[in-house]
T-cell receptor, first 113, second 118 residues
């Protein structure tokens, strides 16, 4: 059974700092990995999706990497802003599970002005 | 593109009543939709997979007679919480799978429905 772990559970940083969020998964037979953002009381916003054959994806100040063999992914946020404050979730899709996603418990990020 | 809506965004009901939540894909067809539940400070847990024109597939531990799912069209799935109790209070989120080639069968998520059972 796939298990997804995110470290740290919470992170508080001053504005402008670069930061890294970590995600690990136990079963490396994944189809893809996705990073989401969730604001309080809201749904999910997809940030980046990395296919299993890819090593990284970039969107603006965000960069996500994937090391499938070691079961790890990182989300790098450059020059953090207060508006980046949210919970960040990673989710993996298995090769054999159709489209079902397994989510980590998230990292709650606070960027202080 | 790839917008998913949910209705209502929040609902408060009395214990013992039934509540229906709708999930719609607005600009794409979704043969498969997913229903998740999220308790405070926890992550999303998949409840069931909804397939258009067929019965839903429920995850272990989810009562299919309590959480009725209907996926009658390619753009609409409904979740009905029957005889709701306070422990059913949660944030319910749906997602829809876009089966077009260019999106790798990616799931797109709705904004969620906050259910409070008194």
């Amino acid at each position: 059974k796939q298990e997804v772990t995110q470290i740290p559970a919470a992170l508080s940083v001053p504005e402008g700092e670069n930061l890294v969020l970590n995600c690990s998964f136990t079963d490396s037979a994944i189809y893809n990995l996705q990073w989401f953002r969730q604001d309080p009381g809201k749904g999910l916003t997809s940030l980046l999706l990395i296919q299993s054959s890819q090593r990284e994806q970039t969107s603006g100040r965000l960069n996500a990497s994937l090391d499938k063999s070691s079961g790890r992914s990182t989300l790098y946020i450059a020059a953090s802003q207060p508006g980046d404050s949210a919970t960040y979730l990673c989710a993996v899709r298995q090769e054999t599970s159709g489209s079902r996603l397994t989510f980590g418990e998230g990292t709650q990020l606070t960027v202080n002005p | 593109g790839a917008v998913v809506s949910q209705h209502p965004s929040w609902v408060i009901c009395k214990s013992g009543t039934s509540v229906k939540i709708e999930c719609r894909s607005l600009d794409f067809q979704a043969t498969t939709m997913f229903w998740y539940r999220q308790f405070p400070k926890q992550s999303l847990m998949l409840m069931a997979t909804s397939n258009e024109g067929s019965k839903a597939t429920y995850e272990q531990g989810v009562e299919k007679d309590k959480f009725l799912i209907n996926h009658a069209s390619l753009t609409l799935s409904t979740l009905t919480v029957t005889s709701a109790h306070p422990e059913d209070s949660s944030f319910y989120i749906c997602s829809a799978r876009d089966t077009s080639v260019h999106t790798y069968n990616e799931q797109f998520f709705g904004p969620g429905t906050r259910l409070t059972v008194l």
